[in-house]
T-cell receptor
């Protein structure tokens, strides 16, 4: 079945360490997104990409980096500059970057600090 | 994007219909109304969207007020699997990005 796969499901980061969260989609979607969710809160946009080799900062990009070298992949790196990385991270995709396209989400990665 | 207002929580009994309200008094003429839901420890799931006319799909119905300042998501027969947080989101047609702005949504509890 087509969908979005995020891995790992749980991830632990040591102080000063960079970690990379994987997001793969087989929906042939052009656009991909990364959101962060804190307990009891809605989602906030970190980065998005409307096409391969292009990406834009969202509302809370500081301390994060992304790449979009392949259409199906949009990995997110949480750098040591992100001082409060503990959160639930969600990846999504849509057919195009158009504002009326429904987004399809993965099941998330829960990141915690050791 | 315009703001939406939803109740923090609602309760329903299994097998009964559920009406989830959303107010969006500052909606513009080109804003679509989208609904997503999020089950515990999962990513959000698209439910339905509409512009002016009522919409039906296999998951739910969306009833939009004539002045478009409010809408209601209708689950025709609630099941235990419908217990989730439901988000009402406005999306401007033709916007530069497809950013979804999530509020805190409505937590729906379904009693057996």
């Amino acid at each position: 079945d087509g969908g979005i796969t995020q891995s790992p499901k749980y991830l632990f980061r040591k102080e000063g360490q960079n970690v990379t969260l994987s997001c793969e989609q087989n929906l042939n979607h052009d656009a991909m997104y990364w959101y962060r969710q804190d307990p009891g809160q809605g989602l906030r946009l970190i980065y998005y990409s409307q096409i391969v080799n292009d990406f834009q900062k969202g509302d809370i990009a500081e301390g994060y980096s992304v790449s979009r070298e392949k259409k199906e992949s949009f990995p997110l790196t949480v750098t040591s500059a992100q001082k409060n990385p503990t959160a639930f991270y969600l990846c999504a995709s849509s057919a195009t970057g158009g504002s009326n396209q429904p987004q399809h989400f993965g099941d998330g990665t829960r990141l915690s600090i050791l | 994007d315009a703001k939406t207002t939803q109740p923090n929580s609602m309760e329903s009994n299994e097998e009964e219909p559920v009406h989830l309200p959303c107010n969006h008094s500052t909606i513009s003429g080109t804003d679509y109304i989208h609904w997503y839901r999020q089950l515990p420890s999962q990513g959000p799931e698209y439910v339905i969207h509409g512009l002016t006319s009522n919409v039906n799909n296999r998951m739910a119905s969306l009833a939009i007020a004539e002045d478009r300042k409010s809408s209601t998501l209708i689950l025709h027969r609630a099941t235990l699997r419908d217990a989730a947080v439901y988000y009402c989101i406005l999306r401007a047609y033709g916007g530069a990005t497809n950013k979804l702005i999530f509020g805190t949504g409505t937590l729906l509890a379904v009693q057996p």
